[in-house]
């Protein structure tokens, strides 16, 4: 089996006149964690939004495992910055709701619901609904459900955005414990390039609009990682200096 899980290959996106994707080609590796970042508006989340079918590309293609994407077919999941909860649902309820829909026989559901459960530490509110919880326990709410399909491929779009920084930096360090264990394959989209090079193995940095990768970094810096250390300070400036020169 090879190595690469992902392939975009020459992807084009326009919107009438306006060019937004211009031919972007890079892949990811299996259980890679992959940083995209790039100045605000330069199309990350139209990207994103192709690569799971929400939007038709012009041209291009996108291979998962040597085939054409396919959200039927490929199990894909995705955390926005918007909290995605269902109110009606109580925690574990809104973790099972993505394997029902998949028609995961219901002592699978059961055994992976209890699995999520923990791993977000969320055992002692397993039966409260969403408007009893903190941001961050919402977000553990949706991390769970993804991780609980075992996708094939995890796509973050400024997951934490909204958070305080400290709530941000303890769901950092949940995500790399749940992505170490489970060795998804994640790519997680970011306008902040501090978190790009802590969660990071590689990041692409992409242009303004017409958009295409400027450069892709390796993130070799020892895990866990300081933000205070001069090598994590001189590739945090190495990225921000690609972006403001764009």
Known sequence: MSDVKVKVSSLTKSFGDL???????????????LCIVGPTGCGKTTFLNSLTK?????SGSILIDGEEVNPKKHNLAYILQEYSALPWLNVEENIAYGLKIKGIAPEIIKERVDEAVEMVNMQEFRKFYPKELSASMLQRVVIARAFSTQPDLLLMDEPY???????????????????????????FITHNIEEA???????????????HVKQELNNNLPRPRKVADKAFVKLRNEVTDLIRWW
């Open 19 to 33: 060019l937004v994707l211009d031919k972007i080609s890079f892949s990811v590796n299996r259980g890679e964690f």
């Open 54 to 58: 929400i939007l038709e590309t012009d």
């Open 161 to 187: 955005g909204q958070l305080d920084l400290n709530l941000k930096y303890k769901l950092e360090d949940e995500l790399l414990k749940l992505w170490e264990k489970t060795k998804t394959t994640v790519i």
């Open 197 to 211: 090079v802590y969660l990071s193995d590689r990041i692409l940095v992409l242009t303004n609009k017409p958009t």
